[in-house]
């Protein structure tokens, strides 16, 4: 058989080779081995190839007859070739072929120059094609031996074809390695990883060289965010590669354990890296595919995820006339409005919800003096902050939030074709005033008890990265929220509409009367009831001045979301105030009306209880035994038939409450639950100390469970075990929570 191959880039010479030059070849040639998972059958038949050409092109007679053979075929000129001189170690043709090449402009047409071989020099041949970087010919002469002919190679060469058919496997999928990386690094993407996930399938299917595959498999992972970028920056109609780009995504997201994990996807991407690769990837996504990625890394939790999904479903619902969707980012923004300050968009959330109350509440807590500014500066002559709210808002968004989502950058929408689209008037008419009561705007310094957060089953994600984390775009820094100081901030909306017009026009009627600066057309000039609201404190030499471009997407929010913990502010809230009131009343003096009444010393007017004895203090094994029971009767509730779900939150806190709800919904979506009997021995308490905010437990648990499907028992599934678990107690508000939990 020929192949397509030639002695002097067999020993890697160019044709005016001197015999020095040969010789010092062919020992370097001789001594460089393969990689040392080739058989003996491989090296010999590749050290038989060097010795040949060699033994050629040493000999001044053949190699001037080989020499004649090889221009007619490489160069196709006619020429007479002469004496070898030793001493220059040049030939009359190879100059004369020199000087043809110089003169041909497109040499690479002309035939390539071949030599014949036994098929017991094949795999030889092969990996010497390989050494000279011929991956894709090598791919080409190799494939067809790979079944039966690997063995009539065998045959005829005297060797096992068990042997010889394992060399030509390595040697093609090193083929597939190194065209892979070649791509890589040509920037093919795609080409390159199926090239590597050719060579993979094939070490698979035969089930041997496993440290080449881990080569492969290993570029094929770090080559992940590479194929993400280049499948979905294809355009939107191509959408067969876009979701295979998304799908590979999703894999990374898997791996990590999340945006913000800390589980290695072994792309080589540290967390800081792969934030920064998720905010070079927004550009390239619709909101949609945005929208779709984000809420479902939510659910894990992921605080990063959630501030990201809030950006997709409050853009989509404005971009498309959609509330619903601007009423679930309003929902997913409660569940990090008490780590990160993120009152401008709970207040863009309200006004697009036409909640106006909730919005001036929102700007009243907001830090975001500048953005606070602008608002105040638009709504001069305006009764509240609407005006100003409604221009910060719509800039806001189609400036700063649309840019992001490849299908928005163009979009247009503004607040008045918002308001005037009759499905979004009907929806905010149906929206009854309790129902956004649970997702509402929550001072941070009168923030429900962590008990009532968890009726409510809100989750608040606890952050996962240990250090602020930079992203492309970031502006300014992340401090710890903290209340503002009374006197800088900014005056709230009227409780009621009816102190300020009366029988005032709804939120639609009023952006329908506002000027593209954000003034109300035909403004009476009322303004807000009271002495003005004090200045916003500037930096000495700052000349106080309102943005005339919209604000900055505030991308140092994901760090300070993805970083900080969950800051509690203990202030007395509106009931504790009502109750000072009442005591400083007191404290004023009785104020009595005549007649008195009649009350002597001699007796008391009422009879006084006794003061009650103390009650003993509860040790540490008995929380543990009650604390426990108390989750394996929400188990029952919430695995069981009538799929009670809101009891998880009576006794579980996040990481383990999502998962355990998930758990419960799935069981009602899917038609399954359990009926289950428990018994438990607190085996170990530690700390010993009541006083103590949390408590490791080990617990000898007896479950037995029987498992239904349809209403039909299944014997198969149903079990009864004796576990040794581990639960992770800690103390909220007087109350214990199990907030971690594993079989020992």
């Not at 090889?70 to 220059?88: H, I, M, N, R, W």
């Not at 394992?166 to 090239?195: F, H, K, M, P």
Request: glycine share 8%; with cysteine; hydrophobic share 35%.
């Amino acid at each position: 058989m020929r192949i397509p191959l030639d002695y002097y880039r067999i020993l890697g010479l160019p044709i005016q080779a001197t015999a020095d030059q040969l010789k010092q070849a062919h020992r370097d040639r001789t001594l460089q081995l393969p990689r040392r998972e080739y058989s003996e059958v491989a090296i010999e038949a590749r050290k038989g190839l060097i010795d040949e050409a060699y033994e050629v092109l040493s000999d001044p007679n053949q190699r001037q007859t080989y020499d004649r053979q090889f221009l007619a075929k490489a160069y196709s000129v006619d020429v007479t070739l002469g004496e070898v001189t030793p001493d220059s170690g040049q030939t009359d043709a190879g100059e004369a072929a020199l000087r043809s090449l110089a003169a041909d402009p497109s040499p690479s047409e002309a035939p390539t120059p071949t030599i014949e071989i036994t098929p017991g020099q094949l795999v030889g041949a092969l990996l010497i094609l390989l050494e000279l970087g011929e991956y894709e010919l090598v791919i080409r002469l190799g494939r067809p031996y790979l079944s039966s002919g690997s063995g009539a190679l065998g045959k005829e060469a005297g060797k096992a074809p068990q042997r010889v058919l394992g060399d030509i496997v390595l040697t093609l999928a090193l083929a597939c390695l190194e065209l892979g990386r070649e791509q890589w690094q040509q920037r093919q993407y795609e080409n390159a990883a199926e090239s590597l996930e050719t060579g993979q399938e094939l070490l698979l299917r035969e089930n041997v060289f496993p440290s080449i595959r881990a080569e492969l498999q290993g570029d094929l992972y770090k080559l992940r965010p590479y194929r993400v970028l280049e499948l979905v920056a294809r355009p939107l109609e191509q959408t067969t590669e876009r979701r295979q780009g998304i799908k590979l995504l999703k894999a990374m997201l898997q791996d990590r354990g999340g945006i913000d994990g800390a589980e290695d996807d072994l792309s080589g991407l540290s967390t800081d890296d792969f934030l920064r690769f998720i905010q070079q990837l927004r550009g390239y996504l619709s909101a949609g595919e945005q929208q779709e990625i984000f809420e479902a890394e939510a659910r894990r939790p992921s605080a990063v995820a959630i501030y990201l999904a809030v950006y997709a479903l409050l853009a989509r619902g404005f971009a498309f006339h959609q509330p619903a969707l601007v009423r679930r980012a309003k929902q997913l923004l409660g569940r990090v409005s008490t780590q990160q300050d993120v009152y401008l968009e709970q207040a863009v959330c309200a006004l697009l919800l036409g909640q106006t109350e909730e919005a001036s509440r929102a700007l009243e807590l907001s830090q975001e003096y500048e953005p606070l500014a602008f608002i105040r500066e638009h709504s001069q002559g305006a009764p509240d902050r609407l005006p100003g709210l409604c221009l910060y808002g719509e800039r806001w968004l189609r400036e700063e939030v649309f840019p992001h989502f490849r299908d928005l950058a163009p979009q247009q929408t503004g607040l008045k074709d918002y308001f005037a689209d009759p499905q979004v008037q009907a929806y905010l008419e149906a929206i009854p005033a309790t129902a956004d009561a649970s997702m509402g705007v929550t001072d941070p310094r009168r923030a429900p008890s962590s008990s009532a957060s968890r009726a409510s089953g809100e989750a608040i994600p606890a952050p996962a990265a240990p250090q602020p984390i930079a992203m492309a775009g970031q502006i300014g820094s992340t401090v710890p929220w903290s209340a503002p100081p009374q006197s800088q901030r900014i005056s709230p909306l009227p409780s009621r509409p009816e102190e300020v017009v009366e029988n005032g026009p709804t939120i639609a009627e009023r952006v329908s009367q506002l000027s593209p600066e954000g003034q109300l057309s035909g403004s009476n000039g009322r303004r807000d009831p009271g002495p003005p609201p004090p200045p916003i404190p500037i930096s000495p030499g700052q000349r106080p001045r309102p943005r005339t471009t919209s604000p900055s997407p505030r991308w140092g929010r994901l760090a300070g979301v993805a970083t900080l913990g969950i800051v509690g502010v203990g202030l007395l809230g509106f009931a504790t105030m009502r109750t000072l009131g009442w005591v400083t009343a007191a404290l004023s003096g009785p104020r009595l009306e005549r007649p008195a009444l009649d009350v002597g010393l001699a007796a008391p007017p009422i009879e006084i209880p006794p003061i009650p004895e103390p009650e003993p203090e509860i040790g540490v094994q008995s929380i543990a035994e009650r604390t426990v029971n108390n989750w394996l009767a929400a188990k029952r509730e919430a695995l069981g038939k009538d799929h009670n779900i809101d009891s998880l939150a009576t006794i579980l806190v996040d990481p383990v409450l999502t998962q355990w709800q998930n758990r419960a919904e799935g069981g009602d979506r899917e038609n399954w639950y359990w009926e289950y009997d428990h018994s438990i021995e607190v085996l170990k308490v530690e700390p010993d100390d009541p006083t103590a905010e949390t408590l490791a437990v080990d617990v000898r648990v007896r479950e037995a469970a029987q498992f239904y499907e349809f209403g039909v028992r299944n014997t198969a599934n149903s079990y009864d075990d004796t576990l040794t678990m581990r639960y992770d107690l800690i103390r909220q508000d007087g109350e214990w929570f199990v907030r971690g939990m594993r079989k020992l």
